[in-house]
């Protein structure tokens, strides 16, 4: 277990993680760390359309899915977009969409 799970599971947070694998960047989000956290239907569904979008896009592959406790993106082309679509779910999933709405249409 890394450092920084260990972390948001001690401040019961969303453990958010951007990694390279291969030629491209991956994101996810696990709530399970942040169980008190519970995510309206709203939220999820706006998460999960942006994703589809993205998908759609050809922005992230096909692989990638929102379930109830896990957020993942597959295949995001750079470090910063990665960063940028982790950082917007994250807002996303406590409510607050703005981010999201940009990242998707940027």
Do not use: C, N
């Not at 450092?3 to 599971?9: G, K, P």
């Not at 993106?73 to 977009?81: D, I």
């Not at 679509?85 to 990242?103: E, K, R, T, V």
Request: charged share 20%; no cysteine.
């Amino acid at each position: 277990m890394s450092i920084a799970y260990r972390d948001a599971r001690e401040r019961h947070a969303v453990f958010v993680t951007v990694e390279h694998i291969g030629s491209h960047w991956t994101v996810r989000l696990d709530r399970s760390t942040a169980v008190q956290h519970v995510i309206d239907k709203k939220a999820f569904g706006v998460i999960k359309a942006a994703i589809a979008h993205l998908v759609r896009a050809g922005e992230v592959r096909s692989d990638s899915f929102a379930d109830t406790v896990h957020f993942v993106l597959y295949g995001v082309q750079t470090e910063h977009r990665a960063r940028e679509l982790g950082a917007a779910i994250y807002h996303a999933l406590y409510g607050d969409y703005g981010p999201l709405s940009h990242a998707i249409s940027a």
